[in-house]
């Protein structure tokens, strides 16, 4: 097997370009990393509006129990409208 040596401008060269490309893939992780952390705030509200959305069908559901004649007077009200 014979064993290749590089001069030392291929050596620079391959340096270079693995410089370049390290850069290069720095540059697109950070241009996505904006992109992620959207993503992720975005999911974050949405999974807090639908636990918003459970308790609050809970606590109707709650008040229809308990005090039901209140629960018919507003439900009515808004009805009318």
């Known amino acids: 097997m014979r064993h290749h040596r ?3 401008e291929q050596e620079q060269r ?9 850069s ?3 540059d697109v992780w950070s241009t996505n990393r904006g992109a992620e952390n959207r993503f992720v705030c975005v999911c974050q509200i949405f999974m807090l509006l639908f636990f918003l959305m459970i308790v609050a ?3 109707l559901v709650y008040w229809k129990k308990k005090h ?11 009805h009318t409208f």
């Open 6 to 8: 590089h001069t030392p």
């Open 14 to 22: 391959a340096a270079t370009a693995s410089i370049s490309a390290k």
């Open 24 to 26: 290069s893939i720095r």
């Open 57 to 59: 069908q809970m606590l």
């Open 68 to 78: 039901y004649r209140s629960y018919q007077q507003v439900t009515t009200f808004g």
